[in-house]
């Protein structure tokens, strides 16, 4: 099972990259400011940011294994120089909120975005808000238990398959 924060990551890292491959197939036409205002109103109403909090930290951890594998004395260093990089690059995350906004605003009308700003600010749009990480987070650890048990059943299949072909595996 991953741990929650790598597994936010991992799931914040999916949204980003999914946004960004579909970031192309949104509308030629550039949304009004106004448009633009909302989303990133409803971005932090929904606790979006939160999924992208761990994507800067997460690319300088990364690149500090690298270096870490190439020269692994340079450790303390290494940690040093990644508290910095966080500190640095911490107001980076902002760009992924202004992309994400101008992508809600190519796809959604400023009207639609009013809507759904409306309604995550109505009592059940605030319970989803407020359940949806753990409904999420149960999900993937069922899928995960249900994925195990599968590849269980498939692995087992295959042995019985191959055995009947005269091969042990």
């Known amino acids: 099972m991953m741990a929650p924060k790598l597994a936010r990551g991992a799931r914040a890292a999916a949204v980003v990259f999914t946004m960004a491959m ?37 690319v300088i951890e990364q690149v500090k294994a690298v270096f870490m594998q190439t020269n692994p004395a340079l450790g303390k260093e290494l940690n040093d120089v990644a508290a910095q990089l966080r500190t640095e690059y911490a107001p980076r995350a902002s760009q992924l909120v202004d992309q994400v906004a101008q992508l809600y605003a190519r796809t959604f009308t400023e009207q ?20 949806e990480p753990k409904v999420l987070d149960d999900g993937f650890r069922r899928i995960q238990q249900w994925a195990n048990k599968f590849s269980e059943e498939v692995m087992s299949k295959m042995r019985a398959e191959m055995k009947k072909k005269g091969y042990d595996l």
């Open 22 to 58: 579909f970031t192309g197939l949104a509308s030629a036409e550039e949304p009004t400011p106004a448009a633009v205002a909302v989303a990133k109103e409803l971005i932090v109403l929904k606790g979006s940011t939160q999924l992208w909090d761990a994507v800067v930290p997460g």
């Open 112 to 131: 639609e975005l009013k809507d759904a700003l409306a309604f995550y600010k109505s009592p059940l749009g605030r319970k989803i808000v407020n359940e």
